[in-house]
């Protein structure tokens, strides 16, 4: 039986209207006004808006960190995306040193498979490239692998200046896209010997072992390297004023380059590295948050359509017995935040309910523009008859409070604590199935996943 959403409101980049839409089996068969009813569940959605299913470009579920592992796996992570309204999660397969990129995309699949509860696909770590790694690129194409990333910090992740220069122009013959991690690693080391040096050993000291500058200068490196391969480049989670000032010099010159940002560098300031005991060390994460300077910035290159994309860098660790490592050494921290259920209505509360942005960018840079980028659009990311009905019932007056105690997440806290919210899903569908309501995943483990066409050049 069809599935009718009557009277809604369907948001789109380009604009707003009044409608019903008509799910037929996976995917959207009709939006229209006054669609007849006869032969369909129909489902009142009157002051309701309809959103293309959101896409979080940037996860990392079941990372092995050594001696400890991240608190999300497949299962929770995606469990708690779909309860926020995220149908699509692109992870971050990492390529180890010696290992295939086939032997790599394996593992992953093997460690998502049959878990997830939204559709997911995999972005591409290369930490060892070499001549049998780039013959490897078409066969990457071939399993739906189309976007790739590369690291400028983190000894056991980086590459070298040169073999960026060699991965762009190769992952372009390809059609694919390269996203990067912009900080100057060795910077970073030295500065961090410095501070323990010191005896400045806290949280504290995390953000002054990776201040701005040291993002900028990597995002003008790659943007220069970028220009010489003659290819466009993504810059993934974005923060500070310095680096936005580079991308808008580059892009006045006509170079293509794509940006993409997280919530926590729209939301928190660095005074959280400020907070009594060691309770700074759930803001651990790199980059690091920043200052307010920054932070306007950023909301202003959103709403000036600067900012492409919002990814989460959902990055899950445990502050008992995970974070508290770090006691003594800030350097031991285990990275990341987590973030993957909250990022829409976060979002939504402190964008569009604020005015900084408006209900059709947010459905832009969480929907639409990850869809084109990552070569999943019209499939994904529209409300069009014909793509997946991965769908977003959004109440716009629903308010709530974050809490740990509440969240979906599997982790013993959130860095949004207490953060009041306006607007959140009543009800997501994937694939034309109604899995989650109110808050509460009803179908879990329906995840498929997405094999992706080449890259988009344009968002």
Known sequence: MDILLQGGTMVTPRGSFAGDLRIRGERIAEIGEGLAPEGAQVIPVKDKLIFPGFIDTHTHF?????????????????????AGGTTVILDFTTQEKGET???????????????CSCDYGFHMSITDWNEAVKKELPLMTREGVTSYKLYMAYDNLKVSDGEIFEIL?????????????????????????ELLARGETGPSAHPRSRPAELEAEAVY????????????????????KRACEVVRDARAEGQQVFVESCPQYFLLEDSKYELPGFESAKYVLSPPLRGQEDIDCLW??????????????????????????????FTQIPNGIP??????????????GTGKITREQFC?????????????????GALLPGSDADLVVWDPEAEGVISAVTQVQHVDYTPYEGMKIRGKPEMVFLRGRLVCREGQVTAPGQGRYVRRRSAGRTV
């Open 169 to 193: 122009k190769a992952v372009e013959q390809e059609g694919g896209i390269i996203g990067v991690h912009c900080e100057n690693g060795e910077l970073i080391k030295e500065l961090s010997r």
């Open 300 to 329: 202003e290159a959103l709403g000036a359509g600067e900012i492409d994309t919002i990814g989460t860098d959902h990055c899950s660790f445990h502050f008992k017995g995970q974070k508290e490592r770090g006691l003594a050494d």
């Open 221 to 240: 490196r790659l943007l220069t390297i970028a220009k010489m391969a003659g290819t466009p480049v993504n810059i993934v989670h974005l923060s500070t």
């Open 339 to 352: 973030g993957v259920e909250h990022r829409p209505a976060l979002m939504y509360t402190y964008g569009v």
């Open 364 to 380: 832009a840079v969480l929907s639409e523009n990850p869809a084109r980028l990552f070569g999943m659009y019209p499939r994904k």
């Open 62 to 82: 079941d990372l092995d960190a050594g001696t400890f592992h991240a608190a999300d796996d497949f299962a929770t992570g995606t469990r708690a995306a779909i």
């Open 101 to 115: 990129l086939m032997e790599a995309l394996r593992n992953w699949h093997g460690l998502a498979d049959g878990k």
